[in-house]
Nanobody, 126 residues
Framework: VQLQASGGGLVQAGGSLRLSCTAS????????MAWFRQGPGKEREFAAGISQAGGRSYYGDSVKGRFTISRDNAKHTVYLQMDSLKPGDTAVYYC????????????????????WGQGTQVTVSS
């Protein structure tokens, strides 16, 4: 499975961006999908995850209420809508796919993901 992330860019604080991650190969609908992020000098952090059919979603505490994850299995694409962006959201955002889990708290762990995209830079200016 190859994952291609896009949609990053430079935005002012309070603005919005939508990231996309399109998968090729594999059976997209069988994967739990997630977005992680890694800011300058920081460890990779869980942002959001979504179950295979899209019925369950999970969020990191720092993005809850501002970010929304969704997926379109027909288009093999997962999205991350980011609203009310803050300078602290500045990071490289990575999408990831796992066939080993079905959701739940394990969605937050980097170790359960089998495939990673190349990352897309999001910069939020104050």
């Amino acid at each position: 499975v190859q994952l291609q992330a896009s949609g990053g860019g430079l935005v002012q604080a309070g603005g919005s961006l939508r990231l996309s991650c399109t998968a090729s190969g594999g059976i997209f609908s069988s994967y739990v999908m997630a977005w992680f992020r890694q800011g300058p000098g920081k460890e990779r952090e869980f942002a959001a995850g979504i179950s295979q059919a899209g019925g369950r979603s999970y969020y990191g505490d720092s993005v809850k209420g501002r970010f929304t994850i969704s997926r379109d299995n027909a288009k093999h694409t997962v999205y991350l809508q980011m609203d009310s962006l803050k300078p602290g959201d500045t990071a490289v955002y990575y999408c990831a796919a796992s066939w080993r889990i079905s959701g739940g708290e394990s969605t937050r762990l980097t170790s359960v993901y089998d495939f990673w995209g190349q990352g897309t830079q999001v910069t939020v200016s104050s």
